[in-house]
């Protein structure tokens, strides 16, 4: 190389890196045929680190400071170099600086409807949202695991592998947890942290650090939320046996939409047989009040009892005046003869 051509080259002998915007996570320092002048200095900010790279390996890590690039303060790029006796010279290597801020508001959720194991329904399908932060805090990792020769790495480049990883933990952690689903969706804050400590060693393995995560929202299933609702009438019922009774007082409407209607309905309760008896017993034993405090029912298929009977569905609406007449006549006239 002739002495033109040497004083020629340009020797870079400040480095420094000013973030060009938010979501950059890695960014190549660009020295193409630059070299870096022996006792140039390295300026690393807060929520700023810097690795140096030598013929593809990885020679130094600088946290934040100020350096001054000599056999001291690069040990093992020295090494590799074979800097000896204070050997000043112009060096070439690959410096790439690595953002360790923390990046909030990271979205996460489930496209599809991830399936989980429960120890009170089998198996829960549901979809859930929310958000996280992270942080850099092993940049050679991070480089040697994620990032690479790239010039740039941002966050959107590593969104969809930290999104996947959350859907894939999510359905191991809770389908393995002990926990049932009914408490941890009650408690989405309890849901956060269980998934939060599952999820920092698998963030770990690439060199970041989850600094939080939270679930915002649980959707279910239509099926598993007339399961749940069913539970909370069941609890709210207080017994099996009351729930029952409900159920079949429930059933009257239904069964007044059936062929015949509730003429229909009448004519059975009248003749003291079929299912308009079974649910008027069922309703006068929901209403009634209980047995130590008032006198004894009337036996069932007494007249009076159907009497009673037709009155407490016609004064429920369930029947219309002349669908009773026509029954109570009926009624009288078997019993008159």
């Keep these: 190389m002739s002495l033109f051509s040497f004083i020629s080259k340009q020797f870079i002998d400040i480095l420094e890196w000013q973030e060009e915007g938010d979501g950059v996570l890695a960014s190549r320092y660009p020295m193409q045929d630059n070299e870096i002048q022996y006792g140039a200095s390295l300026t690393v900010r807060e929520s700023q680190m810097a690795v140096f790279i030598n013929e593809g390996k990885i020679a130094d890590v600088f946290g934040p400071g100020m350096y001054k690039l000599s056999t001291q303060t690069l040990p093992v790029l020295t090494y590799l170099k074979n800097w000896d006796k204070l050997f000043e010279s112009p060096f070439k290597s690959d410096l790439v600086f690595f953002s360790t801020r923390l990046q909030l508001g990271r979205k ?37 695991e994620v990032s690479g020769t790239r010039e740039r790495y941002t966050v959107d480049d590593v969104e969809q592998q930290l999104r996947n990883l959350v859907v894939s933990t999510m359905a191991s952690t809770l389908g393995g947890s002990a926990v049932p689903f009914l408490d941890m969706a009650a408690n989405q804050g309890l849901m956060g942290d269980t998934l939060r400590s599952a999820l920092a060693p698998a963030f770990a393995r690439y060199g970041l650090a989850l600094d939080s995560f939270a679930v915002e929202s649980i959707s279910l299933p239509e099926e598993l939320q007339k399961a749940i609702d069913k539970r909370i009438a069941i609890g709210m019922a207080g017994d099996l046996n009351q729930y029952t009774r409900y159920q079949a007082a429930e059933a009257i409407p239904l069964a007044a939409q059936n062929e015949g209607g509730l003429a229909g309905l009448g004519a059975a309760l009248s003749a003291g047989m079929g299912v ?48 009773y007449d026509t029954a109570k006549a009926d009624v009288l006239k078997k019993l008159v003869g």
């Design 276 to 323: 308009g008896q079974v649910m008027g017993q069922a309703l006068q034993q929901s209403l009634a009040t209980p047995a130590a405090a008032t006198p004894a029912a009337p036996a069932a298929d007494s007249p009076q009892a159907k009497l009673a009977q037709l009155k407490s569905l016609l004064d429920g609406g369930l029947i219309t005046q002349a669908d």
């Design 108 to 144: 996460w959720g489930t496209p599809q409807p991830v399936t989980l194991r429960d120890k009170d329904f089998g198996m829960v399908r549901l979809r859930a949202f929310g958000i996280y932060s992270y942080r850099i805090t092993d940049p050679k990792l991070f480089y040697t």
